[in-house]
Each structure stands twice: as structure tokens, then as C-alpha cells.
């Protein structure tokens, strides 16, 4: 559906907590003993972001000069840290925790990553603090006490921080030598405060959202995107910019591109055929919470069922607290510039042939500007601007400045769309609009430097759309529960999408994606879309201020 900015700016969203924590099958209780706490040690140096570190708590002894000298900590001294924790004399101190131990070995691009916290249960509160500052040393030979930023977190979230470190410190060799590991460090002490994982959970859950918030997932994701080679970015390169690079020499055509109004105005009554009813009477209310449900289910689909890219950029959506609202599109606004916004989305749909032969390229400033007079120009006639205004209000849109999805509050018009197909088609929308919100700022801000730039805006966005619903759609072929959240009880079972909802649309656009796909590969795509990687498939990164060129692929 289309992809508008309505606003901008940034408002702070409660984490997506619809995940359940499967209880643990197994707990310990832990008892030691002691007198007096350890003598204060002071942080040498602040870890990044956070505030310079009071006196720890507890002590910390000075490590052997072998573990200081290793470049990468084996797994060795990583198990042997969990199982020598120094213990003190009398007193004591009780705690319950969950016993996850060994855990399936998860894989992330070509790295296995191992999952074993056997040992961990056997830290007891008390003995954390040396725990975490001693494997923060080990992973980066730094003697900052991570833990006096942890020591004010609730048990539970000191408990998950100190299995994700044990994690992460367990298979850091896999990261490349410059890896800035202070700042995964801070990340997941962040990401504990709104986890929506704990340690044991199944499907690799813990494992995905700490290694994903560190920023652990995208440096082995990247590590593998590779420049496509020159046959290919031929191909690439005429997808963006079918004209030729700059349009080539061919001139915009102003009375040509009038042509597009007809195009236009065929596409608008269409679709406003489907929104309102010939007898006048009311569209169906769909349920709110219902359409919620539906979302968030959707937001955890995305996020497991495409690899591990959605879910790898540390500064993404779902380590965020934006991670997408779910507004009515009765919200939206109707002001001049959002039905012009309509007008340009649709019009490289419904009259791609016409901008074509008027020589209209989209990377020229000129040429934009001539093609929004041509719209403002449709804006004038009153009835077609309370089409507009009509269709803006039953359109599913995305907020590209504070992240919110917005989809239809009625069913449309039975004459033209069934309840069956509309509720696959609702789900569809749900997954591309929130498809927007995961599409990397630096994918973004190549569209206005290529001839067609409806190729990033909708069609890469619809391309990732359609296959996340095709994999959607299977699921809930072996799952009734599933079906019936996703299409809800008053539809039966069985009923399968139509067919065109399982390929990109949006016209020249999405089959343009399809060939870039093609040309670059399929992870290809998934790194430029989802983390920025944008030379793995032909697009020149804008390089912003104090970037370097070092930081491109």
C-alpha cells in the first residue's frame, strides 16, 4: 500500500510484550555464604553512552597475565569463569534462577553459534558482579565494571544480562578485529530493561534479540554481502534508471506528461469503487483488537521467518522504542500536500507507460517539479479532490517519522472484495506497511538519485512484502490457531490468498524488483534492505556528512 510520510519527529512506543516465556521446567536454589562485602574497586573507564561508573560493589581480582595477553578469549577460559567465581566464608544469600544449560546451537550466515550457559546456574547473586566484569574483561581486556551499571536492575534483568554477556563473550571470535564490543556491551545492557526473550526460551528466542541488539547478527551478516560483479550491476543499474543514467539525453515532454491525468483518474475510480457502496448504505467495522493481534503477530513472523536480517540492525525497530503502532487510516490527513502524496505514489503505478514516453526521469529535480504541477493541476477539479480525500482515508500508509502503520477500520465493499480476501489482503497490508517501517534510512535516501525511484520506495518494499506473506500463508496451512488469529473465527478454514497477493505489485516497480533480485541475489537484496548494505545491489550510498569512504562496503 502506500508509503507516506505524514509527519515527522519521534515519540517513544512500549515494547511488543505479546511474546510469551514458556515457564522453565527446571530451577536451583543456590546458597552462600559470607561476611562482610569485598573491598570497593573503582571503574577505570566508563563504557560508552553510560555515566561514569561509581565504586563497585563488590571486588574484582586482577587477571592472570595469560588471560590479559589472548586476543580473543577461548571458550575455555569463558566455561572456567562461570564454574571459579571466588567464594567467601559465612552469612548467606539465597537465590532462585532458571536452569537453561545446554541449548541448540543456532546459525547466523556462515558462523554456528554455540548456546551452552551450563555453569551459569551456579552464580549466585552475590558472586555477579565478579562474573560480569570478569568476562567483560575477557571479551576486551577492559577493566570497567560493567556491573555498576547493572547493580540497581531488577534480579531478573541482572539474571538475563549476565547469561546474554556469557553469550556473546562465548563466540566473539567470530567478529571481525574492530568490532566495537563497549557498545554491544551497552546495547545489551539496554535491550534487558524491555527484553521480550528469556534465557531457555524455545526457537532460539533468547539468542536472536541478544545478538541482534548487539549488533553481533549484522557484522556476520555483512560480512558475507559482496559487490555484485560488472555484468550484473549492468542489469542493475537499468532497473533504477531504465532512460539511462542522469534520462540520457532525452528531454521531459511538459504537454506529454498532461497525458498521465487520464491514467490517473481511471486508477481513482477503481479504487474508490471499493470504498463506497452503490446503495449507500455503511462499510463493516473491523475490530480493532483484533487487527492488533493480527499486527503484532505479524511484527514476530517477520522477524523469524526471514532469516536473521529484519531483526539484525541494533538501531532498528525492534530494539527500539519505536517499533510500530497500529493506527485507523480514518486518522489521517487530508491536507494539500498528503493528496498530493497519493497522487505520486500512485501515478508511477497507474501511468508508468506515460512518464515513459514523456521522457520523465525521477532523479531531476525539473522533472519532479513538472510532474507535481500536472497533479496539483488534478487537485483543482472538486470532485476529484473529495475522491482523493476519500481514498487517503481508506488506504493503509506509514508514518516514515514516527513509525506508526495505519490500516483500514471497515471492510470494503462486498460487491467488489470478499471478507475472505480482504482479511488475507489485510494481513498483506499489515506485513508491507510495517515492510516501510524496517526498510534501512540508507536504502531510503538512494531513491532520489535514480531515474525510478518508485523501485525503492514501493517496489523493493513490496518484493520482501510478498515473500514474508508467502511464508506467512504456509505457516497457517499446518496451523488452525494461527489461521484463525490471522483471518479470525468468522472465516473457515481452508481458504488460500489469491495468487497475485503472493508476487510483488505496484507494477513496473515491483517486476523491476524482481529483476534486481535476480541480478544481485536474494541475501543480497535482505542486506541492502534491511541493514543499508546498498552496493550489494547497484546503489550509490549517499555518504553523509563525516562519513568517510572507508565505511562503505
Same mark, same amino acid.
Given at each position: ?59 574484582? +581480582? ?30 548467606t544469600s539465597t537465590s532462585t534462577s532458571r536452569v537453561v544449560g ?10 554456528? &553459534?554455540?548456546? %551452552? ?34 547493580? %540497581? ?19 566473539? !571470535? ?27 526460551? +524455545? %526457537? ?20 558475507k554481502v559482496k559487490r555484485p560483479t560488472s555484468g550484473a550491476l ?27 491525468? +487520464? ?12 470504498? &463506497? ?61 498528503? =493528496? ?41 477539479? +472538486? ?7 476519500? =481514498? ?25 472484495? !470478499?471478507? &475472505? ?12 506497511? $510495517? ?28 518484493? &520482501?512484502?510478498?515473500?514474508? $506473506?508467502?511464508? =506467512? ?5 499446518? %496451523? ?6 490471522? =483471518? ?6 481452508g481458504t488460500t490468498p489469491d495468487e497475485a497477493q503472493l508476487r ?15 541480478? #544481485? ?7 541492502? $534492505? ?5 552496493? #550489494? ?17
Amino acid at each position: 500500500m502506500a508509503h507516506r510520510n505524514t509527519g515527522s519527529g519521534s515519540r517513544h512506543h512500549p515494547q511488543d510484550t505479546s511474546q510469551t516465556h514458556p515457564a522453565s521446567s527446571t530451577t536451583t536454589t543456590t546458597t552462600t555464604t559470607h561476611t562482610t562485602p569485598a573491598a570497593s574497586h573503582p571503574a577505570s573507564h566508563p563504557v560508552p553512552q553510560q555515566r561514569p561508573a561509581p565504586h563497585g560493589e563488590q571486588s574484582s +581480582p586482577s587477571p592472570t597475565p595469560a588471560l590479559v595477553k589472548s586476543k580473543r578469549p577461548d571458550r575455555d577460559m569463558i566455561e572456567a569463569t562461570a564454574t571459579t567465581t571466588p567464594t567467601a566464608t559465612t552469612g548467606t544469600s539465597t537465590s532462585t534462577s532458571r536452569v537453561v544449560g545446554r541449548q541448540p546451537d543456532m546459525t547466523v550466515g556462515e558462523v554456528t &553459534v554455540r548456546a %551452552d550457559y551450563t555453569g551459569l546456574e551456579k552464580v549466585p547473586p552475590s558472586k555477579m558482579p565478579y562474573f560480569i566484569n570478569r568476562v567483560n574483561h575477557l571479551i576486551k581486556e577492559s577493566h570497567t565494571q560493567v556491573w555498576d551499571q547493572v547493580k %540497581d536492575l531488577p534480579e531478573d534483568q541482572k539474571r538475563w544480562i549476565m547469561h546474554a554477556i556469557y553469550l556473546y563473550a562465548r563466540n566473539v !571470535s567470530a567478529l571481525p578485529d574492530d568490532f566495537d564490543h563497549a557498545s554491544a556491551i551497552s546495547r545489551m545492557i539496554n535491550q534487558a530493561r524491555t527484553a521480550r526473550s528469556k534465557p531457555g526460551d +524455545p %526457537d532460539s528466542a533468547f539468542e536472536r534479540e541478544v545478538l541482534g541488539a548487539a549488533g553481533f547478527t549484522q557484522a556476520i551478516l555483512l560480512a558475507k554481502v559482496k559487490r555484485p560483479t560488472s555484468g550484473a550491476l549492468e542489469k542493475l543499474r537499468s532497473q533504477y534508471n531504465p532512460g539511462g543514467e542522469g534520462g540520457g539525453s532525452r528531454k521531459l515532454d511538459p504537454e506529454a506528461l498532461r497525458k498521465v491525468q +487520464p491514467a490517473l483518474r481511471k486508477v481513482i475510480d477503481g479504487e474508490l469503487a471499493f470504498w &463506497v457502496r452503490p446503495d449507500g448504505l455503511p462499510l463493516t467495522p473491523e475490530s480493532p483488537p483484533r487487527a492488533q493481534k493480527v499486527f503484532d503477530r505479524v511484527r514476530r513472523h517477520v522477524a523469524t521467518r526471514m532469516g536473521h536480517y529484519p531483526a539484525a540492525n541494533p538501531d532498528g525497530p525492534y530494539y527500539s522504542n519505536e517499533r510500530g503502532e497500529l493506527h485507523s487510516t480514518d486518522e489521517l490527513s487530508t491536507k494539500g500536500e498528503h =493528496l498530493l502524496n497519493y497522487l505520486k505514489n500512485r501515478v508511477q503505478r497507474a501511468a508508468r507507460d506515460d512518464l515513459d514516453a514523456a521522457g520523465y526521469n525521477g532523479s531531476r529535480p525539473e522533472d519532479k517539479k513538472a510532474l507535481e504541477a500536472v497533479l496539483n493541476e488534478m487537485l483543482q477539479d +472538486p470532485a476529484t479532490k473529495e475522491k482523493i480525500k476519500t =481514498l487517503v482515508k481508506r488506504t493503509g500508509a506509514h508514518n516514515a517519522g514516527e513509525g506508526k502503520v495505519y490500516i483500514q477500520p471497515v471492510q470494503p465493499n462486498p460487491d467488489k472484495k !470478499s471478507l &475472505v480476501q480482504w482479511r488475507w489482503r489485510m494481513a498483506r497490508t499489515l506485513i508491507h506497511e $510495517f515492510m516501510h517501517h524496517l526498510s534501512h534510512k540508507d536504502l531510503n535516501a538512494t531513491a532520489d538519485d535514480i531515474g525510478f525511484p518508485q523501485v525503492v520506495k514501493e517496489g523493493l518494499v513490496d518484493l &520482501v512484502t510478498a515473500e514474508a $506473506f508467502t511464508a =506467512l500463508a504456509d505457516d497457517m496451512k499446518a %496451523d488452525p490457531e494461527l489461521y484463525r488469529l490471522v =483471518l479470525g473465527d468468522d472465516v473457515p478454514q481452508g481458504t488460500t490468498p489469491d495468487e497475485a497477493q503472493l508476487r510483488p505489485g505496484y507494477g513496473a516497480a515491483g517486476q523491476a524488483a524482481v529483476e534486481i533480485r535476480t541480478a #544481485a541475489g536474494p541475501e543480497a537484496v535482505h542486506a541492502a $534492505f534491511f541493514l543499508g548494505a546498498v552496493e #550489494a545491489i547497484g546503489l550509490e550510498r549517499k555518504k553523509p556528512e563525516g562519513r568517510t569512504p572507508e565505511d562503505a562496503l
